[in-house]
Nanobody, 124 residues
Framework: QVQVVESGGGLVQAGGSLRLSCAASGNAASINAMGWYRQAPGKQRELIAAISSGGGVTNYADSVKGRFTISRDNAKNTVYLQMNSLKPEDTGDYYC?????????????????WGQGTQVTVSP
């Protein structure tokens, strides 16, 4: 069993930055690859960034490429999402998924370990 807790959301002006954190605890062997998802108001949850268990492979949605960076600290079982040049369309609830599978080509398959989410609001 893995518990996932996100933090770092908040209100920021367009062009600003935020760093989200996702701390996973429990069975370390089950944490594996991890991903960040975003659910904008009235829209489906979408994968925006993912990282392999060792951190060597990452994948990003086109909408955040060049602006967001995912990283992880396995000593702390924590994944980060550095978000720069934020836009109003980045507004939404951000969820972390743990225990996923990532292929060598960067495709990410989520597992059932989700956090409660953290809200990000970007004002114009």
């Amino acid at each position: 069993q893995v518990q996932v807790v996100e933090s770092g959301g908040g209100l920021v002006q367009a062009g600003g930055s935020l760093r989200l954190s996702c701390a996973a605890s429990g069975n370390a062997a089950s944490i594996n690859a991890m991903g960040w998802y975003r659910q904008a108001p009235g829209k489906q949850r979408e994968l925006i960034a993912a990282i392999s268990s060792g951190g060597g492979v990452t994948n990003y949605a086109d909408s955040v490429k060049g602006r967001f960076t995912i990283s992880r600290d396995n000593a702390k079982n924590t994944v980060y999402l550095q978000m720069n040049s934020l836009k109003p369309e980045d507004t939404g609830d951000y969820y972390c998924n743990a225990g996923g599978l990532m292929t060598n080509t960067g495709r990410y398959y989520s597992n059932g370990y989700w956090g409660q989410g953290t809200q990000v609001t970007v004002s114009p």
